[in-house]
């Protein structure tokens, strides 16, 4: 079953057209990661999934629902009922700095959702365990290492329990060192089966993790397809350049 589908978008800066002709799909499930060269569209065509960025053309539709039709977007309300399925993990993070931990957690299932406070508490507490950062929920971001701020963005976005989540280079602004231990809760997402597309430079984790590769450049998807596939065996020259420099 599809969760995201996403059909010849299109989305220019000025001039510049940044997404020509996208289409792709994301199935209930799927682990896709997306890689290419810098400045290929990655994190714009990532961010108007998300309602960050408007498009120009083309549609998304996300399970039954239309965020956007041949270009025409549906109303306020329904667009803010779409986009909340959906759960977005920055490169920088993007926390609260003048909230703890457990607020960062808290603050849109309380606020956005008007959940009660016993069940927003329980859930916080769960996930922090799960990132394995229990004693950490009453510090605040600052006192944290990047990967740490990135496993709590990550258990931020799944305080909303979302149907797809969207990593956006998480592990870019880390140190090597650091990479690990997010990839790790990734890996462990992905055993539970969570869908997410994630924009990534590592190869390895893509190759591992990933039940598909989508390869982009120049604000087109040139190919995609299971990492054997897109690895191993590239059917276009622009993909086995990239790999060849990537690898
Ligand atoms: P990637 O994530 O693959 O590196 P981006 O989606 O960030 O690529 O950017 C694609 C192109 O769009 C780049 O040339 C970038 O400079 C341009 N771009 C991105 N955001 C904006 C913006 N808000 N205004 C103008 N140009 C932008
Ligand atoms: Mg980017």
Do not use: W
């Not at 220019?12 to 499930?29: A, H, I, Q, Y």
């Not at 290419?36 to 998300?50: C, I």
């Not at 990550?154 to 997010?182: C, K, Q, W, Y």
Request: without cysteine.
């Amino acid at each position: 079953m599809a969760i995201i589908q996403v059909s010849h978008l299109k989305k220019s800066f000025g001039p510049l057209d940044v997404l020509k002709d996208v289409s792709f799909d994301v199935n209930k499930n799927d682990v896709v990661a997306v890689i290419g060269p810098s400045g290929s569209g990655k994190s714009t065509m990532l961010r108007s999934l998300v309602y960050l960025e408007q498009v120009n053309g083309g549609s998304i539709r996300v399970q039954d629902d239309d965020l956007v039709r041949d270009g025409v977007y549906a109303s306020p309300q329904k667009i803010k009922q779409i986009t909340a399925k959906m759960g977005m993990v920055f490169q920088h993070f993007n926390l609260f700095p003048h909230l703890t931990v457990r607020e960062n957690l808290e603050l849109a299932p309380r606020v956005v959702k008007g959940e009660p406070d016993e069940a927003v508490r329980r859930r916080s507490a769960e996930l922090l365990d799960k990132v394995g950062l229990a004693e950490k929920a009453d510090h605040y971001p600052a006192k944290l290492s990047g990967g740490q701020k990135q496993r709590v963005a990550i258990a931020r976005a799944l305080m909303m329990n979302p149907d797809i989540l969207l990593f956006d280079e998480p592990t870019s602004a880390l140190d090597p060192e650091l990479t690990g231990e997010v990839l790790q809760v990734i890996k462990q997402l992905a055993r539970e089966h969570m869908t997410m597309m994630v924009v990534t430079h590592e190869m390895g984790f893509a190759r591992e993790v990933a039940g598909k590769v989508m390869f982009m450049d120049n604000g087109e998807v040139i190919e995609a397809g299971t990492p054997d596939q897109l690895f191993e065996h590239p059917q276009f020259e622009r993909t086995k350049a990239f790999l060849h420099r990537a690898l």
